[in-house]
């Protein structure tokens, strides 16, 4: 994919991406077809990403806020921003695995593979049986490369959601592993519902004001109560 990407470009022709289009969770997106985009919040983290164009962002709302739903939902107006991944942390509707399962490195760092190889030549293949320092020298050199992977102005955003839903003192936590400045062009949104945890529990993640996530207007809890009750 990278390295017909590559040829692509050289040959100036214009193109589109199935990167630019990642599938969710059928069950996600079930339910985001059942929803309404929560727009006020959307524009809000876009507006903080060309702002920021770089580093840590992170999203914070009560459970239920509707985190997951902006996380799965998000598609930039800017043709200057493109989405890189998702990584549901917490897991996701009809997985049968635990949130654990999902915070621990080597699953961040295999799904990092993963989606950097779609991206970039220089993506860095995880053997079987890895170690847990190759997990954690390819998570920065896969961060890299999909770093390398933006040409001109172009910003990458990269969405890290449910981190509450498992304990954080987990010997492993990806988290602890991700670089304390993220490679340049490269957003990485973070959602909470506790921000002040997180900034204790993570103290390399350095991060401005949170976002808050706004509630949907009335008419549009109106439209959805009539949608779904009649």
């Known amino acids: ?3 017909l990407h590559s040829h692509l470009v050289a040959a100036n022709i214009d193109f589109r991406s199935a990167i630019d289009h990642d599938e969710l969770p059928p069950a996600l997106t079930r339910e985001l077809e059942r929803t309404i985009p929560n727009s006020r919040t959307l524009w809000r983290i876009e507006e ?7 580093g840590y962002l992170v999203l914070t709302g009560h459970p239920g806020a509707g985190k997951t739903l902006v996380t799965a939902s998000f598609r930039p107006t800017h043709d200057q921003v493109r989405v890189v991944g ?20 080597s699953t961040f760092a295999q ?8 991206h970039s030549v220089q993506a860095r293949a995880l053997p079987v049986g890895a170690t847990t320092g190759e ?12 770093s390398a992977s933006l040409v001109g102005d172009v910003l990458g955003v990269l969405f890290i959601d449910g981190i509450d839903s498992s304990p ?23 959602t909470t519902r506790d921000f002040s945890a997180l900034a204790r529990r993570f103290e390399q993640i350095q991060t401005s004001c949170p976002i808050e996530t706004f509630p949907l207007p009335l008419y549009d809890c109106e439209w959805l109560l009539s949608r779904r009750f009649g």
Request: net charge negative; with cysteine.
């Open 48 to 54: 903080a990403v060309c702002s920021e164009r770089g």
């Open 1 to 3: 994919m990278a390295r």
């Open 86 to 105: 998702r990584y549901f942390a917490g897991g996701y509707p009809g997985s049968d695995l635990p949130p654990a399962h999902y915070t621990d490195i």
């Open 135 to 146: 997990f954690s020298a390819s998570i920065v050199q896969n961060l890299n490369a999909i």
């Open 111 to 118: 799904w990092l593979s993963g989606v950097a190889m779609m």
């Open 168 to 190: 954080s003192n987990s010997p492993f936590h990806f988290l602890d592993y991700l670089p304390a400045d993220p490679p340049h062009g490269l957003v990485i949104v973070i």
